[in-house]
């Protein structure tokens, strides 16, 4: 436990330069300066208020073909541990890994790979859940935290075993090779999954339908008849 770093991700960076780390090692700190979200951006998270934490993984079982699924297989685990923790509330995977609840961003997952050849050597699993927060200050869009869906505050040690508990279970169907079912479940717990929607693609905005996704992690949308795929940030929808 740290009381203080710029995330969570860089401390298990530099610890893992120095020395070898088991695998399920979590950092945590009580406070980021800089916490990473996907593509460069920041996130957001008031002192002692909420989890941030980086969890280290081995997944040299799986080929860097499939590291896919290890997204999917995280996002899984952290959309049923919130789920657990704020029961009667929709809990979904905005694409790539983002968990939305009501069509509000709960928590972001961040991970970075180490790979040698065509195996992965570590993973660093950044996860950040707005916990107890009340209010925000960023810019971020559509923040909500599982004290104001609940009601009152929540122990930050139970939401931690929770989101272990449940990392730990679709890690270890991971490792045991149930791909499809991890795909089978990310879709279902896919916001918006064949549903209607408006996306903005550069300067274009336009309407589609989202299919799926592809085994690489691209999004699969029926625009006008026609199914295409989209990296992340090559497409944003529009909430």
């Not at 993973?123 to 950040?128: A, K, L, R, T, Y």
């Not at 730990?168 to 791909?179: A, H, T």
């Amino acid at each position: 436990m740290y009381s203080r770093v710029d995330s969570t991700n860089n401390e298990a960076w530099r610890v893992l330069n120095s020395t070898s780390l088991d695998e399920g090692t979590i950092i945590r700190a009580d406070f980021q300066t800089a916490g990473k979200g996907q593509g460069g951006t920041s996130w957001e998270s008031e002192a002692n208020s909420n989890l941030n934490i980086s969890i280290v993984l081995r997944p040299t079982y799986l080929d860097v073909s499939n590291q896919f699924y290890l997204s999917q297989a995280v996002s899984i685990a952290l959309c049923k541990a919130i789920s657990y923790l704020c029961p009667n509330n929709q809990v979904q995977i905005k694409w790539p890994n983002d968990i939305y609840i009501n069509k509000k961003k709960a928590a972001g997952i961040l991970i970075e790979n180490s790979i040698v050849g065509s195996v992965f050597d570590v993973s660093v699993v950044g996860i950040g859940v707005n916990v107890n927060q009340l209010s925000f200050a960023s810019d971020a869009p559509n923040p909500i935290s599982l004290a104001q869906l609940t009601g009152h505050k929540l122990e930050l040690d139970d939401c931690l075993y929770n989101i272990c508990h449940f990392v730990g279970i679709w890690i270890s169907n991971l490792k045991n090779g149930l791909l499809e079912l991890i795909g089978h479940q990310y879709i279902h717990l896919l916001w918006g999954y064949r549903k209607q929607l408006q996306f903005v693609s550069g300067q274009e905005t336009f309407s589609a339908e989202i299919f799926g996704v592809t085994h690489y992690g691209k999004l699969i949308l029926k625009v006008n008849g026609v199914l295409k795929e989209y990296d992340h940030k090559e497409v944003r929808l529009l909430l």
